[in-house]
């Protein structure tokens, strides 16, 4: 083989390797193998009443969520809960809680929510205060809002 012909090769495998470094950079690739594991207690142990009560799903091959929410009241305020839960981890991941059941990537089909914040770990138990405004709301969704797409979601009953 030229010289020239090797130089050609290398310079097109280089800007390749520089081209998928900078999409795995851009779609934050990496956070799908990292784990953030968050270990709560809850927030008051007296008078606790277990308002609602369901279990994640796998909404694909990708994105798996597995584990309960509940939403618990104590002393007039409202949590959601995570227990034992494991979700894919992704990039710019929030919790909704959402009066809507069916849950798909469309925008759309959160319906009314509410943002509860950033995730606090993919993995253990965790929570999150609940607004007055959002004390309807049934279905826990964690989102990614980067790329609108829906990682996991517990409809509560």
């Not at 030229?2 to 050609?8: F, Q, S, Y």
């Not at 520089?18 to 008078?47: C, D, M, S, W």
């Amino acid at each position: 083989m030229k010289k020239r012909t090797i130089a050609i090769y290398l310079f097109i495998l280089l800007v390749a390797a520089g081209l998928a470094g900078l999409e795995i950079f851009y779609f934050k690739f990496h956070t799908y193998f990292q784990r953030t594991a968050v270990n709560e207690a809850l927030p008051v142990q007296a008078e606790m009443e277990i308002v609602a009560e369901g279990q994640f799903i796998e909404i694909d091959m990708i994105h798996k969520g597995s584990g309960t929410a509940k939403i618990i009241e104590q002393n007039g305020k409202r949590y959601l809960r995570f227990e034992n839960f494991s979700v894919t981890n992704g990039p710019d991941l929030y919790v909704y809680l959402t009066d809507s059941e069916k849950l798909n990537n469309n925008d759309e089909s959160l319906g009314e929510y509410v943002n509860l914040g950033r995730l606090k770990g993919n993995v253990g138990s965790q929570n999150y205060e609940i607004p007055e405004s959002a004390w309807g709301y049934r279905t826990a969704v964690v989102w990614c809002r980067q790329f609108s797409v829906l990682f996991s979601y517990a409809a509560m009953k």
